[in-house]
């Protein structure tokens, strides 16, 4: 079926809207990072960088690691934002843009977030990495989408809201896993995770500054909520889509944060950038990895 131009918009030079990449430009490897200031510090790490391009908070290089091809690329912050870039990357690994058409045979990309993040348990220590084996998203983005109940894990979903006293006002919150083999190659060197996605910094994690919360005391509620042995361990604002869309697609998608901030003790360090060099390095590393 042909895809309309309204639906895809494609410009003048190839490239897909808002990310301003072309097809050919894309590599089967994406490394994404919410501030586009962080996509040069990634960029170092590349050889042979084949171009630089920049477009509102979407910026991307793509390069070599280790020989493997990389892209990274910025997304801005939320889930609103990831949104556009996962429908567009899907778009090109998966849609000819000269017919308009899907593709037959569909390229499965391997996508991985490099965040910071702020921890909701005591015995996660700053400077921590916490892979997200399943995102919780409370931005209601993933129920615009049929299917969302295909890929979502309903029965945590329901212990969790009876758990919190989910306010009805809220967009019904999903419980997404991450893609296997992403989770797998991060087993051995992370905190493993069940992270809110946030759909803002303030009241959607916790932070009361002028304005009272709809539901009030929701960071212990968090923090308490066990299912088995599984437990919300961070807030982050990305992930959540990243998984459920990826799940929906059909990519390898992941998400894994630094520790800069502990909610329980109220802790957090200034200096964090030299925690997420370091997590940059153990992604790249285990991204391309075979």
Same mark, same amino acid.
């Given at each position: 079926?042909?895809?309309?131009?309204?639906?895809?918009?494609? +410009?003048?030079?190839?490239?897909?809207?808002?990310?301003?990449?072309?097809?050919? %430009?894309?590599?089967?490897?994406?490394? #994404?990072?919410?501030?586009? /200031?962080?996509?040069?510090?990634?960029?170092?790490?590349?050889?042979?960088? %084949?171009? @630089?391009?920049?477009?509102?908070?979407?910026?991307?290089?793509? /390069?070599?690691?280790?020989?493997?091809?990389?892209?990274? #690329?910025?997304?801005?912050?939320?889930?609103? +934002?990831?949104?556009?870039?996962?429908?567009?990357?899907?778009?090109?690994?998966?849609?000819?843009?000269?017919?308009?058409?899907?593709?037959?045979?569909? $390229? @499965? #990309? +391997?996508?991985? &977030?490099?965040?910071?993040?702020?921890?909701?348990?005591?015995?996660?220590?700053?400077?921590?990495?916490?892979?997200?084996?399943?995102?919780?998203?409370?931005?209601?983005?993933? +129920?615009?989408?049929?299917?969302?109940?295909?890929?979502? *894990?309903?029965?945590?979903?329901?212990?969790? $809201? $009876?758990?919190?006293?989910?306010?009805?006002? *809220?967009?019904?919150?999903?419980?997404?896993?991450?893609?296997?083999?992403?989770?797998? &190659?991060?087993?051995?060197?992370?905190?493993?995770?069940?992270?809110?996605?946030?759909? /803002?910094?303030?009241?959607?994690?916790?932070?009361?500054?002028?304005?009272? #919360?709809?539901?009030?005391?929701?960071? %212990?509620?968090?923090?308490?909520?066990?299912?088995?042995?599984?437990?919300?361990?961070?807030?982050?604002?990305?992930?959540?889509?990243?998984?459920?869309?990826?799940?929906?697609? /059909?990519?390898?998608?992941?998400?894994?944060?630094?520790?800069?901030?502990?909610?329980?003790? $109220?802790?957090?360090?200034?200096?964090?950038?030299?925690?997420?060099?370091?997590?940059?390095?153990?992604?790249?590393?285990?991204?391309? @990895?075979?």
């Amino acid at each position: 079926m042909r895809i309309a131009e309204s639906e895809l918009i494609i +410009n003048d030079d190839g490239s897909v809207f808002h990310l301003h990449l072309r097809p050919e %430009e894309l590599a089967d490897n994406v490394i #994404l990072v919410g501030d586009p /200031g962080r996509v040069d510090m990634v960029a170092e790490y590349l050889q042979d960088k %084949e171009f @630089r391009h920049a477009s509102r908070e979407f910026v991307s290089v793509t /390069g070599r690691y280790a020989g493997t091809r990389v892209t990274v #690329l910025s997304t801005g912050i939320g889930t609103d +934002n990831i949104d556009i870039v996962m429908n567009e990357l899907d778009a090109l690994a998966n849609i000819d843009f000269a017919t308009r058409e899907a593709r037959p045979v569909k $390229k @499965r #990309l +391997n996508i991985l &977030r490099i965040g910071t993040s702020g921890a909701i348990q005591p015995d996660i220590p700053i400077g921590s990495f916490v892979f997200s084996h399943i995102s919780v998203g409370c931005d209601g983005l993933l +129920n615009w989408y049929a299917g969302r109940d295909a890929i979502a *894990l309903p029965e945590i979903e329901e212990a969790f $809201k $009876k758990h919190v006293g989910w306010d009805s006002h *809220l967009p019904a919150p999903y419980f997404v896993r991450a893609g296997e083999d992403m989770a797998r &190659r991060f087993d051995d060197c992370t905190v493993s995770g069940m992270t809110i996605s946030a759909p /803002g910094f303030y009241g959607p994690q916790g932070r009361v500054l002028r304005m009272p #919360l709809a539901m009030p005391g929701m960071l %212990e509620k968090f923090e308490s909520f066990r299912f088995g042995d599984l437990r919300i361990t961070n807030f982050e604002m990305e992930g959540s889509a990243i998984a459920g869309i990826a799940a929906h697609l /059909g990519h390898n998608a992941g998400t894994v944060c630094a520790i800069i901030a502990n909610r329980y003790d $109220k802790n957090s360090t200034p200096d964090y950038k030299p925690i997420v060099r370091s997590l940059v390095e153990l992604g790249l590393d285990r991204l391309t @990895r075979a």
